[in-house]
């Protein structure tokens, strides 16, 4: 495994990450939640929630952009908490999606850029349209994505 | 497998994306889940998400 990420801690309900990133902005507070959404042919999806702490009002935003420069770091981060998660809670789905266009087209773009790596522990699919989803392909656009782990994968 | 038991803010020390390393569990962690803008979030998420229905269309 090549990419590095951030230490970060969990909730004793393993639902909750959170981590700092580093950068020429200083120290950002991250947090990631995964959000029990509904069971579809009882396979549990959890929304992946991602955001900044507001050093300020304490309080969290996705909106943000902290530009601190580390984004693969934070993405590999990222990644790593949905390993602990789907090891925890094992044969869910997780569901992604940006705020907004640009945000899902950073995800979509992480994913490409690490997708050797990513497609050794989960199945992306994308949806390329409303109520179409494929096979994650890089080059492609989607709306949004489903991961789902693969089975024989270990977490060291 | 080993673990940061350090989980001092601002505490840089990177890891391999698969490493156990540098994962502290937080039972004081403060609880975003009931935060008004998760729960925006996680609503706007169950309604994209019902639009589609990808157990049925995965190609």
Known sequence: ?156 | MSANLNPEKGNQKTYAISDRAGITIDPSMKDYSNDPFCLQQLAEARRSFSKSDPDKKEN
């Open chain 1, 1 to 156: 495994m090549l990419l590095e990420r951030y230490g970060y801690r969990v909730s004793d309900s393993y639902q909750q990450y959170e981590f700092e990133s580093a950068g020429p902005k200083g120290i950002i507070t991250k947090v990631v939640l995964y959000q029990y959404m509904r069971t579809v042919d009882y396979v549990d999806h959890y929304n992946l929630f991602f955001g900044d702490v507001n050093q300020l009002t304490g309080k969290l935003s996705d909106l943000s952009v902290s530009n601190n420069k580390d984004r693969n770091k934070i993405l590999a981060t990222v990644a790593a908490t949905a390993l602990e998660f789907s090891d925890r809670f094992s044969g869910c789905r997780i569901y992604a999606r940006g705020s907004d266009p640009i945000r899902t087209r950073l995800y979509q773009m992480g994913i490409a850029a690490h997708f050797d790596e990513i497609n050794t522990h989960f199945l992306i699919r994308g949806e390329y349209s409303e109520r179409r989803w494929v096979r994650f392909r890089t080059g492609q656009n989607y709306r949004a994505f489903l991961a789902t782990r693969r089975i024989n994968t270990i977490f060291n």
